[in-house]
């Protein structure tokens, strides 16, 4: 197998984030192909090779899946890159994502969990309150865009009129945006020459007040009078209310969405939405989950996770603009949260006054950081990173704690794996997660993990090398880790000892003492899957212990 070869195959699976399984029967090898959707005929090219594994570049869709029982809902399906799995029936979408979820946790996690499902977002289509935007053209010299990438591209950009993920409200004023600009010709940004004007547009909408802020991204490369296109903007027929209009200038060289000023072209720089019974302020920078009724889903998930906090202190870390802190508040003796977003700290002070939260603290500043200077200390934590997880540095200072529960709360399950690696070595343990699908018709999902610390007369499940436990004459043939790797190489996929044990003793192959037996007759064992079940015996019979 070589770069530039050309290949065809069915996706057997995705695997998260969006990485298409193909095997290819005349190189013996599977090869990851991003894009697709499991059980589609595909053709594509190797473009390079990944730690010794081939990755290839989706050139067409042979065959549609027979998962793809619907039609799309957009006009620039599949060439957009926003709602890859569109075409599967959302029942589909969530059992994949399962199946990912597991196949990742699975190795993550030392012994059994409890793992819950995943929970559907209230609603599939139109569920997103904010959106990025970006001008540019759809392709070369073409005339001006305003919408998302175009799938695999970082330049071209096709007009998102129609998009489904948000509400009806943001493709008029995307419309309107846009023919402004056209009708006066004005530039985009072109990030590699760094010329230009027109960098995003960014539109939030309050899903259950309404409320609709505007922010139109421009480099001061050009001046243009905009009090005509805030005119057109507040004439628009909408089923909600702008209450804001403003001009964010930047000036910076990377693409993304900053600002170095803002000017209030109209209305106010906020707007209000609800969550669980509590108002928000919400402006341009703030974080908030992007899917107010699929955040209603987690956050209540979490306040199950999290338990009986009658009298306790809640450490709420990477607390954003203090919707959790606020959600737990009326149960707890007092939630501090720590976000190093100046703006949002501002906004959930702000928000906990408005709501009648008085035992709701919030510090500005990195997480690594204030944890030394804070003298209060928790009982329990609440994390929410953001998607590359939480920094190396800070999360030895945040297990230091030693507290009886952590709810972790992740929106990139590959970071959460990682990160479960240390908090089990420091004596926590997974007793159970749950998913919450906040991006429906995406590879995206919220995943959410309680922890507990193991107490000093717990059981412990060791992972042992059970190549010193067994010697019988198939076993000396191949260790565990040699098993390991074949399984990698061959099949792009990661076995525990656990599931290899699990499979020899299937095929009647002796092993030894395995510590990640159940505790108990109700306990909870990870069983092998039927797909690493037959890659585990393939390699059984390579090595030539069994036939």
Do not use: W
């Not at 305003?146 to 591209?153: A, V």
């Not at 170095?260 to 939405?273: H, N, S």
């Not at 920094?391 to 529960?405: E, F, M, N, T």
């Not at 990640?516 to 059984?540: G, H, T, W, Y």
């Amino acid at each position: 197998m070589k770069k530039g070869q050309i290949f065809e195959g069915i996706i057997e699976r995705v695997d998260f984030p969006n990485k298409g399984i193909v095997y290819v029967p005349e190189a013996e090898k599977y090869v990851t192909v991003k894009n697709g959707i499991p059980g589609q005929k595909v053709r594509f090219v190797i473009n390079k090779f990944k730690r010794g594994n081939a990755e290839g570049r989706l050139l067409e869709v042979l065959e549609k899946s027979p998962l793809e029982t619907r039609e799309p809902v957009c006009s620039i399906f599949p060439a957009c890159g926003g709602c890859m799995y569109q075409t599967m029936p959302y029942e589909e979408q969530m059992k994949m994502k399962e199946g990912q979820i597991r196949r990742l946790m699975d190795e993550a996690v030392n012994g059994e969990y409890v793992f819950e499902g995943v929970k559907a977002s209230p609603k599939e289509f139109g569920y997103r309150n904010k959106m990025e935007f970006s001008f540019g053209d759809e392709y070369k010299d073409g005339p001006l865009s305003l919408g998302l990438h175009k799938k695999g591209s970082t330049y071209d950009v096709l007009t998102a009129s129609d998009c489904r993920l948000v509400h009806a409200d943001m493709n008029r004023i995307l419309v309107c945006v846009l023919e402004y600009f056209r009708e006066r010709n004005v530039s985009y940004y072109k990030k590699m020459q760094h010329t230009g004007y027109l960098r995003h547009l960014l539109v939030r909408r309050g899903d259950t007040t309404g409320e609709i802020l505007v922010n139109l991204v421009t480099t001061t490369q050009e001046e243009h009078d905009l009090q005509p296109l805030v005119d057109e903007l507040l004439k628009l027929d909408l089923d909600g209310k702008i209450v804001g209009i403003l001009h964010i200038l930047n000036d910076s060289l990377s693409d993304v969405v900053k600002s170095d000023e803002t000017r209030i072209l109209y209305g106010q720089d906020f707007f209000y939405e609800k969550l669980l019974g509590l108002d928000f302020k919400i402006t341009p920078f703030s974080f908030f989950q992007p899917n107010t009724r699929g955040a209603e889903v987690l956050y209540e998930t979490v306040r199950e996770y999290i338990g009986d906090i009658h009298d306790m202190t809640v450490f709420d870390l990477f607390s954003g603009t203090g919707t959790i802190s606020q959600v737990l508040a009326p149960v707890a003796k007092q939630v501090v949260g720590v976000e190093i977003v100046e703006e949002a700290v501002e906004a959930a002070k702000e928000n906990a006054a408005r709501n009648g939260i008085s035992n709701c603290k919030f510090i500005a500043g990195d997480v690594f950081q204030v944890l030394d200077e804070l003298e209060e200390k928790p009982d329990v934590i609440v994390l929410d990173p953001p998607r590359d997880g939480i920094h190396p540095k800070a999360l030895p200072k945040i297990l230091s704690y030693g507290v009886d529960r952590i709810v972790y709360i992740s929106c990139k399950m590959t970071s959460l794996a990682r990160d479960l690696e240390m908090m089990q070595i420091a004596g926590y343990r997974v007793e159970k997660m749950t998913a919450v699908d906040q991006f429906c018709e995406t590879v995206h999902v919220e995943t959410v993990v309680l922890l507990s610390q193991l107490k000093p007369d717990d059981t412990i499940e060791i992972d042992l090398d059970l190549d010193e436990l067994d010697a019988t004459s198939a076993e000396t043939k191949a260790t565990y880790e040699e098993i390991k790797e074949y399984v990698k190489e061959k099949y792009q996929l990661k076995v525990s000892n656990l599931y290899i044990s699990q499979i020899k003793r299937k095929c009647g192959i002796e092993v030894g003492i395995n510590y990640n037996l159940p505790k108990s007759e109700n306990s909870r064992v990870p069983q092998c899957p039927p797909e690493k079940e037959k890659a585990i015996r393939e390699a059984l019979e390579y090595f030539q212990m069994i036939s």
